[in-house]
């Protein structure tokens, strides 16, 4: 098992320049999500996913886009990039779509600069 | 928003001795984890306590949970430089987890 795999590990863009950041996971996970980690905070839930077909909005969703057409796949695009964006993202996945008494699998992070 | 709160923000401590931090939350919830992030890296679960359990041990680790205080502390005993690391705890609800901004662990050998 790979768990969750994240790509790429760093990333510059330009302001309004647009990307995908990549996660997927191999452990038939049915809960996926993205989070932002910046200095002095702690992790913000971007976007998840409960399900092939099924997103939600996190706390922080203004600017990025989901889609989960798999179960092993959750990417998160980012539509038109801001410096605001800057910050290092990680997905991350749990069996059960229901309930938080699961633990979390994360991937190992994407580290993104918006110039 | 931000639940969770560890203290303190920053802790070192020599190779072998215990390291005790702190998390405070808001509102009720249904179980609180604990995550390890070594530097550059993604993080890894530690041990998840639910609200009807006061204590729980994993190896080197224990952790406690007072719901009427709003607060868990994790106490890692006979600390190794393996060890320095970010400490965050997550508290949970529903779908979501609300995290803290994370206790850094400093063991000097």
């Known amino acids: 098992n790979a768990g969750v795999t994240q790509t790429p590990k760093f990333q510059v863009l330009k302001t309004g320049q647009s990307m995908t950041l990549q996660c997927a996971q191999d452990m038939n996970h049915e809960y996926m999500s993205w989070y932002r980690q910046d200095p002095g905070m702690g992790l913000r839930l971007i976007h998840y996913s409960v399900g092939a077909g099924i997103t939600d909005q996190g706390e922080v969703p203004n600017g990025y886009n989901v889609s989960r057409s798999t179960t092993e796949d959750f990417p998160l695009r980012l539509l038109s990039a801001a410096p605001s964006q800057t910050s290092v993202y990680f997905c991350a996945s749990r069996h059960d779509r229901g309930s938080t008494n699961e633990k979390l699998f994360f991937g190992s992070g994407t580290q993104l600069s918006v110039l | 928003s931000q639940q969770g709160e560890e203290d303190p923000q920053a802790l070192s401590i020599q190779e072998g001795e215990n390291a005790t931090m702190n998390c405070s939350y808001k509102t009720s919830i249904n179980n609180l984890q604990w995550y390890r992030q070594n530097s550059g890296r993604g993080l890894v679960h530690l041990i998840l306590?639910?609200?009807n359990e006061r204590e729980k041990h994993s190896g080197r680790l224990r952790v406690t949970l007072d719901t009427s205080k709003k607060s868990s502390s994790l106490l890692i005993t006979a600390s190794r430089a393996a060890d320095t690391a970010s400490y965050f705890c997550a508290t949970g609800s529903n779908y979501q987890l609300i995290w803290g901004a994370g206790t850094k662990l400093i063991i000097k050998p």
């Open positions: 306590i639910r609200s």
